[in-house]
Each structure stands twice: as structure tokens, then as C-alpha cells.
């Protein structure tokens, strides 16, 4: 990998980024102290950093501890204006808060290059690596994939890291993107599910008071499809379980640029009640 590659959609990575203008990357011994932090039962003989490149300028190299890869770039530049108004600026946080991510000038791409065939165990790895290279002047965590980013905040923490394997993190790993059509109706789509093998979600919102719900459905189908790995097409329906709502799971018909994503979309409506 080098800083100047695009990335592949369906290979997890995440953006840190920092307010300085240069790379601070820390020494090995304190990296590998805190990825023994971030995950105890880690054998701190498992970790090796490469160093390609290392300067206040660039940086280059490949981490590894356990059975995970993890191959890191940086620059000391901010993320293309493209990426951050993909992610940034249409991520869920206070516009203060957004604001100051948007002022980061340098940034490390960290990119899964492990054998886990669990996308989970995956995230989780570029999330201990990233509390590994957690400072002070860390200002949030850029998912291209997700068209979103975060604050650090206290995601970082051991007891976050371990609770993401049985309670996946939608606010971070998932993105909720408006697509508006006008004042008041606009189209919610999820952008981050072909990460985890399954397709993206959209629906027609006409009132904003039913965006929660259409969240909260979103996360129900996705776990239906994630944890039972069923294929879902359009034509198909489907019930809730928790309310016995029925659901058409339909084609993308407009707007194919917004809401397509790189597996697919379906589009989620009530189903019909036939006469």
C-alpha cells in the first residue's frame, strides 16, 4: 500500500486524524504497550512493526500482532476535500465537533491486509491498532467505506473494543446518509453494510420524526441478514420480529449515484396490504 492508493471498497479502513501538521508516530515500545492495553490477553511477542518510511513527512510500514495485519500510510496533509465532505461533514456530531475534524492537517490510512474471515474481528482490528496510535491530538476516525467519521471520544477504550464483538457499533461503523428532495422528504441510506456482506438499506422519509424508526429497521434487517447469512433480493418481504411490521424489500428506481452502494441496495417500504 502507498499513501497515494484508492482504496478497495470492500477492504475495511479507517482515517485517523491529527490537528499538527506532521506525523507523530510513537517508538515501538510504546506502541506495543498499548496494544497490550487495548487488548490484555494479547501475547506482546506477536508484535512487529516494518517500518518502510519513517519521517515527519511520510510514513510507511505494516503491524502485526496476533493473527492481524494491519498496513499504515500517513501524510502530513489533510484528507482530500472529496473524502471529507463524503465522511465529515454529513457524520451524525455536533457542527462543533465537526468543525474540528474538518481542521485536521495530517492523517495515517489504516488498512485490514489480516487472514480473519470475520469483518467484525476485522474493524476490530484497525480499532485496536488505532488506540494504539492514539495522542492527544487525535481528532476523529474517517470511514471512507461508511461515508461517515467520530470523534475518539472514549471509543477507543479496552472496554469499547471488547464489547464491539458482541454489539457491533452502528454510530461508528455505519453510515446514515439524507439525500434530500426537498424541504421535508428525503431519502435515509445506510452506506457501510458491503463491508459486513450485506446491502445497503433506503427508504422515502416524509417525516422526520420517522427517521429513528427507519433506523432502528435498518439495524433489525441487517442483523436478520448478517447473523443468519441469507440472501435477500428485491421482490422479497420480510417481518419484523420485534413488532410484526411487514416490509417490501424493493429496487433502486432514482438516484442510482446516491444510493447505490458497492453490494447493492434495497429499498425498504411497508408492504402493501392486498385487498
Known amino acids: 500500500m502507498s499513501e497515494t492508493s484508492p482504496i478497495d471498497p470492500f477492504t475495511p479502513a479507517i482515517h485517523l486524524i491529527y490537528a499538527p501538521p506532521s506525523l507523530e508516530f510513537p517508538t515501538d515500545e510504546s506502541l506495543a504497550e498499548s496494544l497490550t492495553i487495548s487488548d490484555p490477553g494479547l501475547d506482546p511477542q506477536s508484535i512487529h512493526l516494518t517500518r518502510s518510511m519513517d519521517n515527519p513527512n511520510r510514513f510507511l510500514g505494516e503491524l502485526r500482532f496476533s493473527d492481524q495485519r494491519v498496513q499504515i500510510a500517513g501524510l502530513p496533509n489533510p484528507l482530500p476535500l472529496e473524502i471529507i465532505n463524503r465522511t465529515i461533514h454529513v457524520s451524525p456530531w455536533q457542527p462543533q465537533i465537526r468543525a474540528a475534524m474538518r481542521q485536521h492537517r495530517s492523517h495515517l490510512s489504516l488498512v485490514y491486509a489480516g487472514d480473519s474471515p470475520s469483518p467484525i474481528a476485522q474493524m ?24 461517515t467519521a467520530h470523534p475518539p471520544a472514549d471509543f477507543l477504550d479496552p472496554d469499547h473494543l471488547a464489547a464491539y464483538q458482541d454489539h457491533l457499533p452502528f454510530i461508528l461503523w455505519i453510515g446514515y446518509v ?3 428532495l426537498d424541504r421535508e422528504r ?14 445497503d438499506l433506503a427508504s ?20 436478520y441478514i ?6 435477500v433480493v428485491a421482490g422479497d418481504s420480510l417481518e419484523l420480529a420485534s413488532s410484526g411490521e411487514k416490509l417490501a424489500l424493493g429496487e433502486v428506481t432514482e438516484h442510482p449515484d446516491w444510493l447505490m452502494g458497492p453490494s447493492g441496495t434495497l429499498v425498504v417500504s411497508p408492504l402493501k396490504k392486498e385487498n
Not at 476490530?124 to 461515508?147: C, H, K, M
Open 178 to 180: 439524507k439525500f434530500y
Open 204 to 223: 422515502l422519509v416524509t417525516n422526520a420524526a420517522e427517521e429513528e424508526n427507519t433506523i432502528n429497521r435498518f439495524t433489525e434487517i441487517f442483523y
Open 226 to 231: 448478517y447473523e443468519n447469512d441469507v440472501a
Open 124 to 147: 476490530i482490528a484497525l480499532y485496536r491498532a488505532a488506540a494504539a496510535l492514539w495522542n492527544e491530538n487525535l481528532l476523529g476516525i474517517v470511514n471512507e467505506n461508511a461515508w
Open 186 to 199: 428525503y431519502w435515509l441510506v445506510t452506506k457501510g453494510h458491503h463491508i459486513f456482506d450485506v446491502p
